[in-house]
């Protein structure tokens, strides 16, 4: 089983160094590098921005040869939302679908998320509004201005990624609400399974939960010691990912079977 990974805003995939030793063989990890921004600019005023439509479509083309056995897709909040839509157009396309897509740190996709078109403010305004990091992280970023220039500019280029996703309304019979009718799209026909941290404060439960109205086959809820970055943020929190992780991987009974409809939505703490 191959797990595709698509890293956070302002990150790169050296966010998952380490997970192929914590998985062993229960998963092939395989960190995702997004397309260079100038093969995916995005049609702007300014030209700064990278669409998600181009984003999506180069992995597709690029990663289909790989797609080709069992999968799954994991996003951590930027990856995320990508990691969505890369799967609703794998779905659109009549393509293979992940086995499952692991969501993490990211509201469901019909909702604002906390950084949306904030892209526009200062470096050091911008790299403010960032919730706790890894430790280290921000110090470093204080002692050496060069790289928090770079982090800002990669950051604002992964937010106006996600600004420029088109909102993903609920199935109708799921409707809740939020988006417009022509907005609606189709339920992915995958499980999805959504890791949160407790107290992550740029993601609410009830945004995480959100995540069902976007999958016909079953949506789990894992809520995780931890904030936004709970993958690597304490001992604690990256123990309590992975073990959740490794069961998500070994294969609920319930989806390995094959559901023949939705499965409740079910938290695990």
């Known amino acids: 089983m191959r797990l595709f990974c698509f890293h956070h805003a302002g990150g790169q995939g050296t966010a998952f160094l380490g997970w192929q030793k914590r998985l062993g063989a229960r998963a092939e990890v395989i960190p995702v590098r997004l397309p260079p ?25 690029e990663l289909g040869p790989m797609l080709r056995r069992p999968f799954l897709f994991y996003g951590h909040s930027m990856g995320a ?19 499952r897509l692991l969501i993490g740190a990211y509201p469901a996709p019909h909702l604002p998320h906390r950084l949306a078109h904030c892209t526009h403010l200062p470096d050091e305004d911008l790299l403010a509004l960032l919730p706790p990091h890894p430790a280290g992280h921000s110090r470093l970023l204080r002692q050496a201005p060069g790289l928090a220039t770079a982090t800002a500019a990669r950051l604002r280029l ?36 959504v890791f949160t941290g407790i107290s992550d404060p740029l993601v609410t439960d009830a945004e995480a939960a959100a995540w069902r109205h ?46 023949s409809g939705p499965l409740p939505v079910t938290v695990a703490s």
Not at 37 to 61: I, N
Not at 225 to 230: A, E, I, K, L
Request: charged content about 20%; glycine content about 10%; hydrophobic content about 35%.
């Open 37 to 61: 921004p100038e093969d995916v600019s995005a049609e702007t005023a300014d030209g700064s921005g990278m669409s998600m439509t181009l984003v999506v479509a180069s992995l597709d083309h």
């Open 81 to 99: 939302l990508v990691a969505y839509h890369l799967t609703r157009l794998r779905q659109s396309r009549g393509r293979p679908l992940p086995e």
């Open 158 to 193: 992964h937010l106006g990624l996600c600004d420029s996703a088109a909102p993903a309304a609920p199935n109708p019979a799921q409707h809740t609400g939020h988006g417009s009718p022509q907005g609606r799209s189709e339920p992915l026909r995958c499980p999805v399974d």
């Open 214 to 259: 976007h999958t016909r086959a079953g949506c789990r809820i894992h809520r995780i010691p931890g904030g936004h970055f709970f993958t690597r943020e304490t001992p604690e929190s990256r123990a309590a990912f992975f073990d959740r992780l490794c069961t998500v991987l070994a294969g609920p009974s319930e989806w390995a079977a094959g559901a």
